[in-house]
């Protein structure tokens, strides 16, 4: 990144999270929901969360939303630290290898549908150049979540 | 194989498109040569100068394209053969490179339709969206 994409992605991406926070708008659950229901082979990390039968029930599921929470909280840090995004997650990364056994492939997907799910609550705002910043930092969050791997 | 219910929210969502073809199309060009700049190799003639023209033209071509999977969603493979040939011969597009297409397909219907893009849209979109990348890419060896 030159001097333009260390600024121009924080600034871009700084505004979007805090019309969000201040929106209360349900990101976290409905990002986890999205991809449970869009690639339903993710639910395989998921079975000890009870009921994901349906889509409704994916909504439902208080264990889906409690995680969804975990991993809005963890883009928090991610915003915070955008320079440093490996040493952020190097916690996390190992976890989702050793203990959760979470292929990587996951971490993408869950990006690609958190950038879907800006666009739907952002409408035209989420121009080309807002989604470039976010497509970015989803993908740099999910390197840093798999470069723990072995 | 696509449900009814998947090809009703297909057809559904092919409706709010039909007729704004060359724009959906163009802003899905501008999307991806923005987000995921390596593309831009396979367009040489439209990523240089972003010509407005050109690009509702080309997206014009593409969406028409995929209007014609819609038509066809049964018959994917026989609709679709002359652009696989084209795909496998002469374009050559890497198979990767369909995910990112996809993904900016998504965020177009997303930013446009915003709450109306319902989760099972976007899953039945995907999983048809992937359909016919599968088939255009099918020919490559």
Not at chain 2, 26 to 33: H, T
Not at chain 2, 40 to 68: E, I, N, W
Request: charged share 20%; with cysteine; aromatic share 10%.
């Amino acid at each position: 990144m030159g001097a333009k994409g260390e600024y121009y992605p924080s600034k871009l991406i700084g505004k979007v999270l805090k019309i969000f926070c201040i929106s209360n708008f349900v990101f976290d659950m409905v990002s986890f929901h999205r991809l449970l229901v869009v690639y339903p082979w993710t639910q395989r990390f998921f079975d000890s969360f009870g009921n994901l039968s349906s889509p409704s029930a994916i909504l439902g599921n208080p264990k889906v939303k409690a995680h969804g929470k975990k991993v809005l909280t963890s883009f928090g840090d991610a915003i915070k630290n955008m320079d440093n995004l490996k040493i952020t997650f190097a916690k996390l990364s190992e976890l989702h290898c050793d203990k959760l056994h979470v292929d990587p492939e996951n971490f993408k997907l869950l990006g690609n549908v958190m950038v879907i799910i800006l666009a739907t609550h952002f409408g035209k705002e989420f121009t080309p150049e807002v989604q470039a910043a976010w497509q970015k930092l989803v993908s740099a969050v999910a390197i840093a979540l798999a470069h723990k791997y072995h | 194989m696509l449900s009814a219910q998947e090809r009703a929210q297909i057809a559904q969502v092919w409706d709010l498109i039909a007729g704004h073809e060359a724009q959906f199309g163009a802003e899905l060009l501008l999307r991806l040569f923005t987000v995921y700049p390596s593309t831009k190799v396979y367009f040489p003639h439209l990523s240089s100068c972003h010509d407005a023209t050109q690009l509702l033209s080309h997206g014009q071509r593409m969406l028409a394209a995929v209007g014609a999977a819609v038509q066809h969603m049964d018959h994917l493979r026989a609709a679709l053969s002359p652009l696989a040939d084209l795909h496998a011969l002469v374009l050559r597009v890497d198979p990767a490179n369909f995910p990112l297409l996809i993904q900016c397909f998504h965020v177009v219907l997303a930013s446009h339709l915003q709450d109306e893009f319902t989760v099972e849209m976007q899953a039945a979109w995907d999983k048809f969206l992937t359909g016919v990348a599968v088939v255009l890419t099918e020919k490559y060896r």
